[in-house]
């Protein structure tokens, strides 16, 4: 599945900075733009997996509905 979200990069100094705006805690610095936009995919791809697997740890046992959500902007 792949999902959509908005980077966002600035340069500060030598070090490039990027973050997701709809993902809090999804941050990146490295020295080029190329590299913070990989280190930026794993750190999503690292906070969705933790989540899921905290919530699935959290639901254990229990009877849930889980199902596809589209949410327009």
């Known amino acids: 599945m792949t999902t959509t979200f ?3 990069f600035t340069q500060d100094g030598d070090w490039w ?3 997701i705006e709809e993902l809090p805690g999804a941050n990146a610095q490295e020295r080029t733009l190329d590299e ?3 280190s ?6 690292s906070i969705l997996e933790v989540n899921r697997d ?3 740890q959290d639901i ?3 009877p ?5 959500m589209a949410v327009e902007r």
Do not use: H, M, N, Y
């Open 64 to 68: 849930v509905i889980r199902e596809p």
């Open 36 to 38: 913070a936009r990989k």
């Open 60 to 62: 254990a046992g229990r």
């Open 17 to 19: 900075l990027g973050w």
């Open 54 to 56: 905290t919530t699935s």
């Open 40 to 45: 930026l995919q794993e750190a999503v791809q």
């Open 6 to 8: 908005t980077a966002v």
